[in-house]
């Protein structure tokens, strides 16, 4: 039991509860707890959470090593980031600028032309209509007949022949409306143009235009009934009332992004995972008043409950996140019964069976603890390919600590007995490399730290890698951590990886040393035992101008270099 205890604080790092870990390399150096409402998290090393190692929210994430700025510290300093929608207008329905086009008795389209050249047969045709009798005994050829002699007559050709009193065939009203410079079929066209027959006005317009026939009825306003219909059908929908929950729910998911039951990379992201859920609770507390809400808007729910001291209001907000299906609420319920914060006190059984039922749901964080269980055979038997196996599920779902955590074993055997198994394939050096690159590219910034030292060690069997190196520790040093900054300065002094420069790596020893968390006596780990002496120079000139050394600019770091150098940071 007492190995229990001792293991798990030093490798779980449950969000909503205190956790911590191992220091790495053995330091001593612990990270101080930052504080998430009432919740606790502390990662390893001091550096995992950011801890005191950290700088404020303001300055996380795009913090820049002023590398280029001579002696003077670099800061920390960053960003912060930020749609019309234009409808289109409605189509009128009503045709302009387009002829229309007409229908002769038999169904052909005819488009009428006035200017064209021809002869007209209609003018040697004897054509006499004398009634509504002889018209409508007119056959279809005649009608054609007249449509050809209407599109080839000309004003110089236009026969003389009288006018008929009025033809009675619809297809003669078109013919003879085609061609106004016929006599014959005057009358006709002043019949299809008399306001004073409506019917026949409507017949004319529907023969004219059967494509468009429907718009043509509904825009006339002699028709009051079809002009309704139009009306109403034009008419958009009326869209249904929005439902006040949907939005708020939107709101916080917008605001609060997918629920996460994993640990923060650093403490600068604990910060700002704070400051977001400050500026989602309203939305999302109303939101999760709703009978079906959605289980992550529950979830981000329990946590401000949980960050406001609502220990019962969490817990019950928790399980009906977890009943809606949630693998993140399973992972927090299994913290609350492991660790014995929730209203039901410790409960080791139920906690893994929530363990498994947020690994069968894909919740990285839940697996992770869930491998460590079997680690330490808490609630389960010890199985070390099981920790494994379920390690490397959730570093290859992108889990930062399980990366972490993989790269460890597989690089001294953590968690494996006797720190080693072939079947495993533990311990494995290219491995280890692989994951604890994943961690630092995720923000873990133990393993950058820890990958960093392990390119600088000669006897880790890992290539020399000065570049990457720098990388690695430039990825920490960026988020305010004061021993990163010191070995980015001994970078400069030296030249490794990066152009010598003494001003720069001055400059960087006493940023790293005004944090008032790192010794004088480990400000050049890792550097030549002596100083070099433009760099020596340089830090005694920063000194001097602070008001803080008054010793000959010798470039000879003495009792009285290093007595000013500790009043950077305030002793």
């Given amino acids: 039991m007492k190995g229990f205890a001792v293991i798990v604080a030093a490798t779980l790092t449950l969000p909503g509860v205190g956790y911590s870990q191992d220091t790495p390399n053995g330091s001593d150096e612990k990270t101080p707890s930052v504080q998430v409402g009432d919740t606790t998290s502390e990662m390893t090393g001091g550096v995992a959470a950011g801890g005191d190692d950290a700088p404020s929210a303001r300055g996380a994430n795009t913090a820049k090593d002023r590398d280029g700025e001579g002696p003077a510290a670099p800061t920390l300093g960053g960003p ?106 005057e009358s006709a066209e002043e019949v299809a143009e008399a306001p004073e027959d409506p019917e026949t006005e409507a ?122 299906g949630l693998g993140a609420a399973e992972t927090r319920l299994g913290d609350y019964f492991l660790f014995g914060v929730g209203p039901e006190g410790q409960d080791i059984a139920k906690a893994v069976g929530h363990y498994q039922a947020a690994t069968e749901r894909g919740d990285a964080a839940g697996m992770t603890t869930l491998a460590l269980l079997y680690q330490v055979a808490r609630g389960v038997p010890r199985d070390p390919a099981r920790m494994v196996e379920l390690m490397t599920m959730a570093a290859d779902k992108g889990y930062h600590f399980a990366q972490y955590r993989l790269a460890q074993t597989y690089l001294n055997g953590d968690g494996i007995p006797g720190r080693a198994d072939a079947a495993l394939g533990i311990p494995d050096t290219s491995r280890a490399v692989r994951y604890y690159t994943m961690a630092a590219d995720a923000g873990n910034l133990s393993a950058a730290l820890e990958l960093s030292s392990l390119y600088a060690d000669p006897n880790s069997g890992l290539p020399d890698d000065p570049e990457e190196q720098v990388r690695l520790t430039r990825m920490v040093s960026q988020t305010g951590h004061p021993p990163a900054i010191a070995m980015m300065g001994v970078f400069y002094e030296t030249g490794r990886g990066v152009a010598y420069d003494p001003a720069i790596a001055a400059g960087l020893y006493v940023r790293a040393m005004e944090s008032g968390k790192l010794d004088f006596g480990d400000l050049r780990n890792g550097a030549p035992g002596t100083w070099d002496r433009d760099t020596a120079l340089e830090f005694q000139k920063i000194l001097q101008a602070r008001g803080l050394y008054d010793g000959a600019l010798d470039a000879i770091v003495g009792g009285g270099t290093a007595a000013a150098a500790r009043k950077l940071a305030g002793n």
């Fill in 80 to 185: 912060q980031v930020q749609k019309t929608d234009a409808a289109p207008d409605r189509p009128s329905g009503i045709l302009n600028g387009v002829e229309p086009r007409r229908a002769d008795k038999e169904g052909a389209d005819v488009v009428a032309s006035p200017d064209v050249d021809g002869e007209t047969e209609a003018g040697d045709a004897d054509v006499t209509v004398t009634g509504g009798e002889e018209a409508v005994a007119q056959s279809a050829e005649d009608a054609e007949t007249d449509v050809e002699a209407a599109t080839e007559i000309t004003p110089d050709a236009a026969p003389q022949a009288e006018a008929p009193e009025q033809p009675d065939t619809e297809a003669e009203a078109i013919v003879e409306d085609e061609a106004p410079e016929n006599p014959a079929t």
């Fill in 203 to 324: 017949a004319e317009e529907v023969a004219e235009e059967p494509e468009n026939a429907a718009t043509e009825s509904a825009e006339a306003p002699e028709d009051p009934a079809t002009e309704s219909a139009e009306e109403v059908a034009e008419a958009p929908e009326a869209a249904p009332e929005p439902d006040p929950y949907d939005i708020a729910a939107q709101e916080c998911i917008d605001i609060a992004g997918p629920a996460n039951a994993g640990v923060p990379a650093a403490a600068v992201d604990a910060a700002s995972q704070k400051e977001t859920l400050a500026r989602a609770a309203e939305a999302c507390l109303m939101a999760a008043e709703a009978e079906d809400a959605d289980p992550e808007v529950l979830f981000h729910a329990a946590s401000i409950a949980q960050a406001r001291g609502q220990a019962g209001a969490t817990f019950d907000l928790l399980t009906r996140s977890a009943e809606a």
